[in-house]
T-cell receptor, first 111, second 115 residues
Framework: KQEVTQIPAALSVPEGENLVLNCSFTDSAIYNLQWFRQDPGKGLTSLLLIQSSQREQTSGRLNASLDKSSGRSTLYIAASQPGDSATYLCAVQLASEKLVFGKGTKLTVNP | DVKVTQSSRYLVKRTGEKVFLECVQDMDHENMFWYRQDPGLGLRLIYFSYDVKMKEKGDIPEGYSVSREKKERFSLILESASTNQTSMYLC??????????????FGQGTRLTVV
């Protein structure tokens, strides 16, 4: 059974710092990996999608990488801002079409 | 602009009521999902559908059923609501895995309270 783990569960950093969020998965047979952001009480917003044939994707200050063979992905946030404070979740899509989620990393960026 | 729309942001229902949560997507996606999200437990899959009238149980289907009569609409039904079904419910849709781009999108969530 596919399991997705995110470390750390919570992270607090000062504004301006570069940071890395980690996601690992147990089975490398995935179609894609997606990073989401969730603000309190809201739905999930898609940040980046990495198809299984890709190694990384970039959007603005965000860069996500994927290493299928080792079952790892990282989300890099450059020059963090207080507005980046949220919970970040990663999810893998399986051959069965299911999406399996990690429990997320709660990020706080302090002014 | 891509959209997944859930019919209600907040709902309060009584124990034993039959509850319908509706979700509509406008992207012609094949897959649709219902999750519930609880503190410390993350997102747990209740049911998903990969085509009209097709459904598969997720990890926690007990006490729930679903309906997908049209491609754009996926309904979650609580047959007899109980207090332990108080939760945030999230609907998502995605294209099938054989499409070029398989990004999933979520609705805004429904906070259901059963009293």
């Amino acid at each position: 059974k596919q399991e997705v783990t995110q470390i750390p569960a919570a992270l607090s950093v000062p504004e301006g710092e570069n940071l890395v969020l980690n996601c690992s998965f147990t089975d490398s047979a995935i179609y894609n990996l997606q990073w989401f952001r969730q603000d309190p009480g809201k739905g999930l917003t898609s940040l980046l999608l990495i198809q299984s044939s890709q190694r990384e994707q970039t959007s603005g200050r965000l860069n996500a990488s994927l290493d299928k063979s080792s079952g790892r992905s990282t989300l890099y946030i450059a020059a963090s801002q207080p507005g980046d404070s949220a919970t970040y979740l990663c999810a893998v899509q399986l051959a069965s079409e299911k999406l399996v989620f990690g429990k997320g990393t709660k990020l706080t960026v302090n002014p | 602009d891509v959209k997944v729309t859930q019919s209600s942001r907040y709902l309060v229902k009584r124990t034993g009521e039959k509850v319908f949560l509706e979700c509509v997507q406008d992207m012609d996606h094949e897959n649709m999902f219902w999750y519930r999200q609880d503190p410390g437990l993350g997102l747990r899959l209740i049911y998903f559908s990969y085509d009209v009238k097709m459904k598969e149980k997720g990890d926690i289907p007990e006490g729930y059923s679903v309906s997908r009569e049209k491609k754009e609409r996926f309904s979650l039904i609580l047959e007899s609501a109980s207090t332990n079904q108080t939760s945030m419910y999230l609907c998502a849709s995605s294209p099938s895995a054989d499409r070029v781009r398989t990004e999933a999108f979520f609705g805004q969530g429904t906070r259901l309270t059963v009293v």
